[in-house]
Nanobody
Framework: VQLQAYGGGLVQAGGFLRFSCAASGRPFSTLGMGWFRQGPGKERELVAA????????YYADSVKGRFAISRDNAKSTVALQMNSLKPEDTAAYYCAADDLGRGDPSVANYNYWGQGTQVTVSS
């Protein structure tokens, strides 16, 4: 599975950004998908995840109500809409795929990773 992420960048606090991630290499509807992030000196953590069908989503407590994950199985893409951004959201963001379709919060369940994309939120 190959994952190509798009989006990210520099934004002021309170602003918004949108990520998208395109997957190829196997049927997208079989993949659970997640977005993770890693700040300087921190461990990689879940931001949001979605099951293969899109019927269940998971969010880190820190982003609930501000971020939204969605998927389009016909286009083989997963998106992350990030609103009301805060300086503490600054990190490298990663798109990831779980080939068992679980799309749950555990980073250990994801076996394919895209390149990191930097998000910097200025105060």
């Amino acid at each position: 599975v190959q994952l190509q992420a798009y989006g990210g960048g520099l934004v002021q606090a309170g602003g918004f950004l949108r990520f998208s991630c395109a997957a190829s290499g196997r049927p997208f509807s079989t993949l659970g998908m997640g977005w993770f992030r890693q700040g300087p000196g921190k461990e990689r953590e879940l931001v949001a995840a979605i099951t293969w069908s899109g019927s269940t989503t998971y969010y880190a407590d820190s982003v609930k109500g501000r971020f939204a994950i969605s998927r389009d199985n016909a286009k083989s893409t997963v998106a992350l809409q990030m609103n009301s951004l805060k300086p503490e959201d600054t990190a490298a963001y990663y798109c990831a795929a779980d080939d068992l379709g679980r799309g749950d919060p555990s980073v250990a369940n994801y076996n394919y990773w895209g390149q990191g994309t930097q998000v910097t939120v200025s105060s």
